[in-house]
């Protein structure tokens, strides 16, 4: 969309209308998807509704949080198909918001979490680097800075929302901080159980 296009939805009643109706069908009906669809349009446009972004936010929170502590409980991974994308791209969101909080625990918990339920090598791999990252105490300015490479133009869509190329070779950089690894995910085990 550009700004005229975007400037006229923000204007147009019966698409805000209709943008309402699709958030309340979402919650009446938990769809992460249809919530996400409803996020995703309520800050491109920009409508200042804050209150009701937070809102669509922590509903999105509160239906990944039950239904990835259902998936722990079965012991069965999540994929990037249907609903368990938008699970890991909320868990996900949410780990990298306490990251840049410098709330490193939290962050690092849910980073684990993901790594322990996901069907995804490059995924996990990713998220064991940030793992490491926020083991080490490093902020995501100096993250971004020292490791993470902007350059996507050969990605995968399906990563689009995740951080995953790196100006390191993820195996190497996880092989030569291993003891890192192993001991936080020795502390967080639990978390499974």
């Known amino acids: 969309m550009n700004m005229q296009e975007l400037d006229e939805a923000r204007k147009n009643p019966d698409f805000l209308v209709f943008l309402q109706e699709k958030e309340n069908n979402a919650l009446k009906e938990q769809s992460i998807k249809d919530l996400y669809e409803v996020l995703d349009t309520l800050l491109v446009l920009n409508l200042e509704e804050e209150n009701r972004i937070n809102k669509v936010y922590e509903e999105i929170l509160k239906i990944a949080f039950n239904n ?3 998936r722990i409980q079965t012991n069965k991974p999540l994929s990037l198909d249907g609903d368990d994308f938008y699970y890991i791209r909320s868990f996900y969101e949410h780990a990298i918001e306490k990251w840049s909080l410098e709330n490193y625990d939290g962050a690092k918990e849910l980073f684990f979490i993901l790594t322990q339920i996901i069907d995804d090598q ?3 791999d990713a998220f ?41 070779n993820p195996q190497e950089y996880l092989g030569a901080n291993i003891d890192i690894l192993k001991d936080e995910f020795k502390k967080m085990e639990h978390l499974l159980i």
């Open 68 to 70: 990835i502590e259902k």
């Open 122 to 124: 490059k995924l996990i």
């Open 128 to 168: 064991n680097l940030h793992l490491v990252n926020c083991a080490k105490n490093i902020d995501m300015d100096k993250f971004f800075d020292t490791l993470v490479l902007e350059n996507k133009d050969d990605m995968d869509e399906k990563y689009g929302y995740f951080i995953t190329t790196f100006k390191v």
